[in-house]
């Protein structure tokens, strides 16, 4: 069970909001979200409602100043979403596939993959199906850049998830219980 804690201004100022679910628009219960205090578990936060926009992922811990934390390439003003990620027993499975609709050059992961150009000589990923467990899925090699959370399922189309223009070099399982 995982639980997070939204402020509306810094430094845990203002109205708050307590969530231990998915939140698919927050804007009912906070006219903005610019910290947050995860007490337990793990979440992905959204800049825009219905998960969707460019994302961020927490573990237990405060976050003071969302913008300035998130300033690394990723511009939001405030978080519209979130999304509790369960912790996952077991093996992780994930088959990425080069291009849309599990089409072009495909490779199965069991573990992390800090670049799937050097490992496999792909030069993007655009879909996957994540058989097993929880994964983030990064921009750059070395798990840097915009992330994308994949959940177990058949993923057709990053952008369909609404990451367009955005390619995918290297993907971490998330393994720890945060």
Known sequence: MGKIIFYEE?????????????????????????SCRVDSGCFMVYERPNFTGQQFFLRRGEYND???????????????????????????RMKIFERENHSGQSHELMDDCENIMDRYRMSECQSAQVMDGHWLMY?????????????????????????????FMSMRRITDMC
């Open 66 to 92: 969302m913008q300035r934390m998130m300033s690394m390439g990723m511009m939001f003003d405030s978080i519209r979403s979130c999304r509790m990620i369960p912790f996952h027993r077991g093996p992780f």
């Open 139 to 167: 921009e750059q090699p070395h798990y840097r850049g915009k992330m994308m959370y994949l959940r177990p399922g058949d993923h057709r189309s990053f952008r369909d998830l609404g990451m367009s223009g955005t390619r």
């Open 10 to 34: 810094r430094n845990f100022q203002g109205r708050s909001y307590e969530c231990m679910s998915d939140c698919s628009d927050m804007s009912s219960f906070l006219s903005r979200s610019q």
